[in-house]
T-cell receptor, first 112, second 112 residues
Framework: QKEVEQNSGPLSVPEGAIASLNCTYS??????FFWYRQYSGKSPELIMS??SNGDKEDGRFTAQLNKASQYVSLLIRDSQPSDSATYLC????????????WGAGTKLIIKP | EAQVTQNPRYLITVTGKKLTVTCSQN?????MSWYRQDPGLGLRQIYY???????DKGDVPEGYKVSRKEKRNFPLILESPSPNQTSLYFC???????????FGQGTRLTVV
């Protein structure tokens, strides 16, 4: 079992719809959870960070964390073609100096 | 402007010729790290530095060296590059380990 798992996709969503991206993790002690967006050939850029159970909203983005079930998700409302990218989930690993462990990413395609 | 700066952006070199990729951050971050990203393999950590006194191996350290003589700089050294080190490299920094990571622009390295 990978430490951080994401569906590789591609996930195809119509423009204007809600895109839902999921991530599961194995370390029950993890405390920090991040979503990054990465365009092809570019560096990852931080979209959301979440540290406690529940929802956190920032504009069109909502991160949801459920520590009991060990998953974190990202919702993108009113999806735009510019949201087409690979989305990376990162979780800190408590037993290894709090290093970030990265999922392989989900490729999201927003269809006009 | 707060940023992480890597140089060079692109590099083509020959097998065995020592090279250094520089990384500098201006955010007074304690933590810095190096990743490589290959298709289908996601981000893999090469080395990390908790602070100027502590540097440690990541998941794929073979063939690489780093140094952290001052807080802002964290160069990646390939003493004898080989073709299997052809990859996209990212430097990242964060205030502390396990916090939000900010990435440099990336260095695309080709070893022939």
């Amino acid at each position: 079992q990978k430490e951080v798992e994401q569906n590789s996709g591609p996930l195809s969503v119509p423009e204007g719809a809600i895109a839902s991206l999921n991530c599961t993790y194995s370390d029950r002690g993890s405390q920090s959870f991040f979503w990054y967006r990465q365009y092809s050939g570019k560096s990852p850029e931080l979209i959301m960070s979440i540290y406690s159970n529940g929802d956190k909203e920032d504009g069109r983005f909502t991160a949801q964390l459920n520590k009991a079930s060990q998953y974190v998700s990202l919702l993108i409302r009113d999806s735009q073609p510019s949201d087409s990218a690979t989305y990376l989930c990162a979780v800190n690993r408590v037993d290894s100096n709090y290093q970030l462990i990265w999922g392989a990413g989900t490729k999201l395609i927003i269809k006009p | 402007e707060a940023q992480v700066t890597q140089n060079p952006r692109y590099l083509i070199t020959v097998t065995g010729k020592k090279l250094t990729v520089t990384c500098s951050q201006n955010m007074n971050h304690e933590y810095m790290s190096w990743y490589r990203q290959d298709p289908g393999l996601g981000l893999r950590q090469i080395y990390y530095s908790m602070n100027v006194e502590v540097t440690d191996k990541g998941d794929v350290p073979e063939g690489y060296k780093v140094s952290r003589k001052e807080k802002r700089n964290f160069p990646l050294i390939l003493e004898s590059p080989s073709p299997n080190q052809t990859s996209l490299y990212f430097c990242a920094s964060s205030l502390y380990a396990g916090r939000e990571a900010f990435f440099g622009q990336g260095t695309r390295l080709t070893v022939v």
